[in-house]
């Protein structure tokens, strides 16, 4: 089992910079990469930015440039997202995502932190 536990949301004006933390724990050595997450009221669950063990990134279209996912250098299931340049459009509740792959794709989620970009 792997628990996952995010912090760092808030409010913040458009333009403005926020990080969010995510640290996992429990049997971490099966995690293949940890994301980041966010859905908007009315809307899907959408990727934002996710990083492997290898570290290896990828991004969404709508943040890159913008946020930045990294990895603690002592502790490497402690991840940053890093948002700067907000928009309004990044509002959303925010979830961490730990991802085992075995011979079957297993997903672990966070509580969930609220960000919200004020115009």
């Known amino acids: 089992q792997v628990q996952v536990v995010e912090s760092g949301g808030g409010l913040v004006q458009a333009g403005g910079s926020l990080k969010l933390s995510c640290v996992a724990s429990?049997?971490?050595?099966?995690?293949?990469?940890i994301g980041w997450y966010r859905q908007a009221p009315g809307k899907q669950r959408e990727l934002v930015a996710a990083?492997?063990?290898?570290?290896?990134?990828?991004y969404a279209d709508s943040v890159m440039g913008r946020f930045t996912i990294s990895k603690d250098n002592a502790m490497n299931t402690m991840v940053y997202l890093q948002m700067n340049s907000l928009k309004p459009e990044d509002t959303a509740v925010y979830y961490c995502?730990?991802?085992?792959?075995?011979?079957?794709?297993?997903?672990?989620w966070g509580q969930g932190t609220q960000v919200t970009v004020s115009s």
């Open positions: 990083i492997s063990t290898g570290g290896s990134t990828n």
């Open positions: 429990g049997s971490t050595f099966r995690i293949n990469s």
């Open positions: 995502n730990a991802r085992v792959v075995t011979n079957m794709i297993r997903d672990y």
